[in-house]
């Protein structure tokens, strides 16, 4: 369609958009109403000759309507089952008021109308906002405007598509429902002439969903508000950021003085075993010196006792006598020996264990099967949850055994007796194997090697090779 470009085009379109819905009802107006409109209509009637010849709109008909001045524009809204802005009052008198009812048309069978001279683009790797307007001779601003549905400056998409504008550049807005483009046309200020031309297509053609371009209006605010939550992103990324290096510094320092209070407790360490080494040389020189001078008074015994032979031969008899005893003592507590073991060293260590962590949360007693792994293998131990890398003291005192990957992950065992303890799954140990550990010394940390489900320390207590419930020797 080719639209003449003189100021008689443009008021035959102003004209034949007014006109359309008037004719309408002028019929039923009433005979004052009638002599009073008559002159505007005559005015508003085409020329015979006029290039373009416009109808009224079949999809959306306006309904004239007289009322004695009284009913409200709500009741004519639910009289006639159409929306209270549909109803607009055009002329009134005592006694009377002419209304107009914009009836809703049927529903658009059409795919929606869209500006011939808009294309589409599909966004490549490395485009940016900038580089597609600066590659089609736009400015950003002109390409924002016709893509109102962007959420950032900066997220495109491979695959996604974008809006380019051809010859005509301005504000590209879909209609909605409560909405016409002649309603947009008004509210945005722009030229209604200078519109068709753009869209190719009288506004009154226009229905929702269908696509609209408003030729010289530009989305500068829409930019603005772009801009400001770029501007908004940027000072959260840094916020970000600093937060990340302000919560390093913390970890580094902490470590830093883990770091120091290890080798701290390394130092005493050592020095403790140096006062047991040597308390215990000094014992071993002493008991030595004891041993022979005892030696030597039995000596002295035996060599000037006269009743030495009388005593080597009760010896001999009361050896004989014991011996008996002993085997036939051997094969009744045979049956029971492992129980006695696991009852002698229950005992013995009754109140001597200690709890390997000052805090944690009991998730799984002695037995217990609370989980798959629990259910499928006995749970010999107990099951203290506490936070990744919580130091793990020594319940007793004790040989180190073992300290490396096993059964529960990264372990550690120690040995006091016929007594054995397991401390399982640690992020990292601090003893080695043959190491002596005393009770509330440091062994690893919690952690979660092995077959676990969070970070925990498992703790059990073996007696005479039996597992043994650790709640009974704790405190």
């Not at 902490?254 to 390394?266: H, I, N, S, T, V």
Request: with cysteine; glycine share 8%.
């Amino acid at each position: 369609m080719i639209f003449p470009s003189s100021l008689h085009w443009r008021t035959r379109v102003l004209t034949a958009l007014f006109a359309a819905s008037l004719p309408m009802a002028h019929a039923s107006l009433p005979g004052p109403l009638a002599e009073l409109l008559a002159p505007s209509l005559e005015l508003l009637r085409p020329e015979a000759e006029s290039a373009v010849a416009l109808n009224p709109d079949p999809a959306g008909p306006a309904l004239h309507v007289v009322t004695d001045g009284q009913t409200t524009a709500q009741t004519l809204a639910q009289r006639y089952g159409v929306t209270p802005g549909a109803v607009q009052t055009l002329q009134s008198a005592p006694g009377w008021r002419l209304t107009q009812i914009q009836l809703p048309g049927p529903a658009v069978q059409r795919a929606p109308a869209r500006p011939a001279s808009i294309q589409s683009y599909a966004v490549r790797s490395g485009d940016t906002l900038s580089g597609v307007a600066a590659q089609h001779g736009l400015s950003l601003v002109d390409l924002l405007s016709v893509n109102l549905d962007r959420q950032s400056l900066d997220a495109l998409l491979v695959g996604e598509s974008l809006n380019i504008p051809g010859r005509e550049r301005g504000l590209l807005v879909r209609i909605k429902p409560g909405q016409s483009a002649l309603s947009l046309i008004e509210g945005y200020g722009a030229d209604l002439v200078a519109t068709a031309r753009a869209n190719d297509i009288l506004p009154t053609e226009l229905h929702v969903g269908d696509e609209l371009l408003l030729p010289g209006i530009q989305a500068e605010g829409f930019r603005q508000k772009l801009l400001a939550a770029r501007e908004a992103d940027r000072l959260a990324q840094l916020a970000y950021e600093r937060q990340q290096k302000y919560e390093q510094y913390l970890g580094w320092k902490a470590e830093r003085d883990r770091q120091r209070l290890e080798e701290k407790y390394a130092r005493q360490q050592k020095y403790d075993d140096y006062l047991v080494w040597k308390k215990d040389r000094d014992r071993q020189r002493l008991e030595e010196e004891y041993a022979r001078q005892e030696q030597y008074d039995a000596y002295l015994a035996w060599k000037n006792s006269p009743e030495r032979q009388q005593q080597i031969a009760a010896y001999e008899r009361q050896t004989q006598y014991e011996a008996a005893q002993a085997a036939a003592r051997r094969q009744e507590a045979q049956a029971v020996r492992v129980s006695s073991v696991v009852q002698t060293a229950s005992a013995s260590h009754a109140g001597g264990l200690s709890w390997p962590l000052r805090s944690f949360t009991l998730t799984s007693r002695f037995g217990e099967r609370d989980i798959e792994a629990h259910r499928e293998v006995f749970h010999g131990g107990i099951d203290l949850a506490a936070p990744f890398g919580t130091p793990i003291y020594a319940a007793s005192s004790g040989t180190v055994t073992a300290s490396d990957h096993g059964a529960f992950g990264l372990n550690v065992y120690t040995v006091s007796g016929t007594s054995t303890v397991i401390y399982g799954h640690m992020s990292r140990t601090a003893v080695v194997p043959g190491q002596s550990v005393q009770p509330g010394q440091v062994l690893g940390y919690v952690g979660c090697t092995g077959i676990c489900t969070g970070p925990h320390l498992h703790f059990e207590v073996r007696l005479g090779g039996q597992q043994v419930d650790p709640i009974a020797l704790l405190p």
